[in-house]
């Protein structure tokens, strides 16, 4: 486990796309470090072929449902809720780069 | 100037294919599996992320998925899972996807197809289900996002780095599309978006081991548009590797006017996605017996029915391949074959006379039924001549609904004409009016009996029987 | 009335004896006069609250049958959904989040004829130990004003201990439900993992999160766990299994406990926690659960890295708060979450998205999933050679408001809690006494997986051996 810098911390804070101010960012530093020591503890424990627990509930697998078409969320409701919107789709300001 | 030996230069290309299900429900919510609804009236909670929503999956997706990898000899998991894979984008309703990372319920796999008259057969890395993003609609001042399509279930096949050149990945990706109609797994439809292909492009010099720098292609919607792009952004890497210039990773997207493959956006150094294993949902514990079973049931797929084709219907290999890989005009041809035995024939009718025919117009093969089948039929009973054929074909188009034995006996220069006593007289014509022609055939060159028969033809408008004709001449040539 | 249990409410309300109004306009009127000391409640549902009393008064006179919680007021934690009502998690970012359906407890509760009553106040998100980092209020524990009711679920443990309504469901991933029903006084209790239904709560870590009761008393909350306990075909991790309410054995209870991880606790604690086993009676064996010192790193790490993903769909785009300096999509996202987040979730979202990130998944997200196999199987271990494992709920009672600013120490509030739910597995929180300076204590027993039921009784037991009878002076 390596020790946290504040490249670290900004790498995190563009992928988590939270803008911090400089305060913010200091005391986040300070706090995330701290933690961050804490959890160097682990490194003493052995789990040399121990298996990841994916699920507490181990034998539960295929849970499905079948195809059939249900309740739909009616576009008013949805867009109650919305703070932008038009024309019955979310309005967000034009997006320039392209993703996924 | 600098010369670019294109030919010192071995492209690397790998396929990402992304399949919407046709299933009725989304993968992880019981909304409608549908194309073209007004924004936003076709969600769920789930498919636009409330909190408090939960994923169930639909068995469905998971049958259909299976039936794929039965159908393209890949290994299905026993034990699968899904993980989530992080980025923020507007489309998506938690900005996260949910996908398979490590764990694809389809590993591995073959796809066998027809280049240029060689049958090829190209690997699959794995196959894997997630669910797709919804949609964002740009306008000037702002975009708008629709949810409509999150959510829907996709399977993504990606093959190994394993075409050579843009024709090798155009067969697979129609081969793959086939497979796919054929399953009834997909509407495959590359304009509505129901298959998305993204091509992963490198070059290197012929003989290099290592793989150079990849660059991906993406929004391609129609596969002579692929096949250009894939074209152009090979020779742009030829050319930069030439110059000495650098290929850095990056998105492109083809221009169709320009030609060229444009830049879109350059990768960050690697986006970390992430993934790791979604804890709303169980894994997929697929037992061996269900997946014989369903390897049982598949239909004829493509490859299959290209032998049967082949082998027994004594098709061309090219004309098996055009009708196999086309499965609405397959199945119409199968359609067609109940009624008319002659593959051949019904083949060359379908996909090159009836075809070229009706290309200009909106009318489709299937508009007429089996009337196509019948007019080979009567062809092959001697009820019309080849020549005429042609002709009733072109009524048949102006009437679809009129089927060919009214059409000949509506029209009496349709009808052949059998009688000696009817041709005879044509032949002594013709005879009369060609003695050079006589002369050379005397002389051994055969070309002039054909000439000689294509005469009769023409000045019986194309009635006379051809058998007849072939006899009667001969004779008289004796 | 506000000592009644809900049971016994229900009781009196079926044979006439009260009416669901009166019941209400009681439950009402001790709000209207104490909350505003204590803070309990982000939201009092009055009018939907009367209107239900009034519906479930003519469905009596009408001899129409009548559901198991007819007339009882139940609270909720603000980060399950009323469909229509506002569900804030406590934060500013979904201060004007309508809830566009019922969660299934919610849908199982009104099935059931209960009233709900109002929506309690939270740590943000869920996360936090003390109800110190809602965006909206502070929650003062009844027994002590100058102190924190706990958290997540403060608000839900203090309504209860102050009388405002005798049950609050509250949501338990380190200890939410157990610390603030200890420090209040009053039963919470956390089921087996799956055992009630997460649709309709707003997840924070989801293969920890789990709904549970806080009451006056065990039976309330058997009563409730019988009503929530059952399968939902809208979340996949919900067990698909009927409740099984308890069997009679005359076998003796083995209680387990892990006396060297309990070394370090405080002599109050730990003399309190003595004489609790001492009533109890049960016969006391020693178990190896060492691992358990490791429980919050673990934790911090699982839960964080999954509530990162949780709640990234917090974004402004199709709900909650967009910021208004927002000109680019950009900024849509980036001003949206510096403005509706704060410290503490931000802290969590940050470091969940590092232990996730290319290069530290495996030193810290699958390390940690590794140990978590630890503590199951020791968990397991341990349950071969007893019933039930007893611990404190928390190595002290209730603290000032504002006394703990270093993360980690707030975070070691939770150190016997913790563990439970990375287990998975079902514990109860029972009031077992106070200190000298009149704070509740609470014992915490621990039992198997699907063992709830078990839990339950174990619980009733003591209580009725304790025969401690509490309310707070308001």
Known sequence: MKNFNQEDLDRLTKL???????????????????????????????????????????????????????????????????????GGMIRVPPVIKSNN | MTDIRYEQWEPVIGLEIHIQLNTNSKLFAPSPNRFGDEPNTNISEVCTGQPGSLPVLNKEAVKKAVQFGCAVGARVAHFSKFDRKSYFYPDSPRNFQITQFDKPIVIGGTIACDVDGAIKHFQINRAHLEDDAGMLKHFTNFAGVDYNRAGVPLIEVVSEPCMHAPKEAVAYAMAVKAIAEYLDISDCNMEEGSLR??????????????????????????????????????????????????????????????????????????????????????????????????????????????????????????????????????????????????????????????????????????????????????????????????????????????????????????????????IEPIIDQVLLENPASIADFRAGKTKAFGFLVGQVMKHSRGKASPSVVNDLLAKKLQ | MHDTSAHELADRFKKGELSAVQIVEACLKRIALHEP??????????????????????????????????????????????????????????????????????????????????????????????TENSAYHITKNPWDLKCTPGGSSGGAGAAVAAGFCPIALGSDTGGSIRQPASFCGVIGFKPTYGRVSRYGLVAFASSLDQIGPLTTNVQDATLVMEILGKHCEKDSTSLNLPWKPHKEDKKKLRIGVPKKFLEDLPDETRENFEDALKIFGAQVVDVDLDILKASIAI??????????????????????????????????????????????????????????????????????????????????????????????????????????????????????????NIAGLPAISVPSGFSKEKKPFGLQLIGPLLKDAEVLHAAHLFEQKANLKLSPQL
């Open chain 2, 197 to 422: 292909i993204d091509a992963n492009v490198s070059v290197r010099l012929k003989g290099e081991k290592e793989l150079r720098t990849k660059v991906e292609i993406k929004n391609m919607n129609s596969f002579h548009n692929m096949e250009m792009a894939i074209e152009a952004e090979i020779r742009r890497q030829c050319r930069a590797y030439t110059l000495k210039e650098e290929i850095k990773k990056g998105t492109y997207r083809f221009d169709i006017d320009k030609k060229e493959t444009i830049l879109m956006r350059e990768k960050e150094d690697a986006d970390d996605y992430r993934y790791f294993p979604e804890p709303d949902l169980v894994p997929i514990v697929l037992t061996e017996a269900y997946i014989e079973e369903i390897k049982k049931s598949l239909p004829e797929l493509p490859e299959e029915r290209f032998k049967r084709y082949v082998t027994e219907l004594h098709l061309p290999a090219y004309s098996a391949n055009q009708l196999v890989i086309d499965k609405a005009l397959c199945n119409f041809f199968e359609e067609s074959l109940k009624i008319c035995p002659n593959a051949k024939s019904l083949c060359n009718w379908l996909t090159v006379e009836f075809a070229g025919k009706l290309k200009d117009t909106d009318k489709t093969l299937t508009d007429f039924g089996g009337n196509i089948a019948r007019l080979v039929n009567l062809i092959d009973n001697g009820t019309i001549t080849g020549r005429i054929a042609k002709d009733v074909a072109d009524e048949m188009i102006l009437h679809p609904d009129k089927n060919p034995e009214q059409i000949v006996a509506e029209n009496p220069d349709y009808r052949p004409m059998h009688d000696t006593s009817d």
């Open chain 1, 16 to 86: 988590c796309r939270i803008a911090c101010n400089e305060e913010e960012k200091k005391t986040l530093f300070e706090k995330l470090g701290k933690v961050l020591k804490f959890m160097e503890q682990l490194e003493e424990i052995d789990t040399t072929g121990i298996k990841e627990c994916d699920h507490v509930l181990e034998t539960i697998s295929n849970v499905m449902r079948e195809d059939v078409v249900g309740e739909l969320l009616p576009r008013e409701l949805f867009l109650e809720n919305a703070p932008s919107h038009v």
């Open chain 3, 299 to 420: 934790y911090y790490i699982l839960s964080s890295a999954e509530a990162s993903t949780n709640l990234a769909r917090f974004d402004g785009v199709r709900y909650g708060m967009r910021s208004a300096r927002a000109t680019t999509l950009e900024e849509v996202y980036d001003f949206s979450k510096q403005e509706g987040f704060g410290p503490e979730v931000k802290q969590r979202i940050l470091l969940g998205t590092y232990v996730l990130s290319s290069g530290y998944q495996d030193a810290y997200y699958k390390k940690a999933q590794r140990v978590r196999t630890l503590v199951i199987e020791q968990f397991r271990k341990a349950f071969e050679i007893c019933d039930l494992v007893a611990m404190p709920t928390t190595p002290s009672p209730t603290f000032p408001l504002g006394s703990i600013a270093d993360p980690v120490q707030m975070y070691l509030q939770d150190i016997y809690t913790i563990c439970v």
């Open chain 3, 37 to 130: 000391k204590i803070g309990a409640f982000l939201k009092v549902l009055n009018e939907r609250a009367l209107r239900k009393a009034e519906e479930l008064d003519k469905k009596r006179k009408g001899g129409k049958p009548l559901g198991k919680l007819a007339g009882v007021p139940v609270a909720l934690k603000d980060n399950m959904h009323i469909k229509g009502e506002i569900t804030s998690c406590g934060s500013k970012f979904l201060s004007n989040y309508k809830a566009p359906f019922d969660a299934t407890v919610t849908r199982l509760l009104e099935e059931e004829d209960a009233i709900l009553i109002g929506k309690t106040n939270m740590d943000e998100f869920a996360m936090g130990s003390s």
